[in-house]
């Protein structure tokens, strides 16, 4: 079975436990992270072998099938319907 293929938007904290959980299954794959602060998403993906992408650049990638959404509130809906688009 071919995993199912995430970008993750948010970098912070709470995505390690994303990034890790997604390590521990054969159903999914994190292709690459994206953030508002590009040096976050850069540490986040050397951290976890993923791409670092902006978040235009996330949305666009057709490989991706799934996008998880974990920016701050005030983001939150705004990158949302980015998603949504």
């Known amino acids: 079975m ?3 293929v995430l970008g993750i938007i948010g ?6 436990a994303y ?10 794959r994190v292709k690459a992270c994206a953030d508002r602060l590009h040096d976050a998403a850069t540490a ?4 976890h072998g993923v791409q670092a992408l902006s978040v235009p650049a996330l949305l666009a990638d057709p490989e ?8 701050v509130p ?3 809906v705004p990158v949302g319907r980015q998603v949504l688009d």
């Open 74 to 76: 005030q983001a939150h």
């Open 44 to 47: 986040k993906a050397a951290q």
């Open 64 to 71: 991706i099938e799934i996008v998880i959404n974990l920016t």
């Open 11 to 16: 970098c912070g904290t709470i995505s390690d």
């Open 19 to 28: 990034f890790n959980g997604a390590a521990r299954s054969r159903l999914i």
């Open 2 to 4: 071919k995993p199912t």
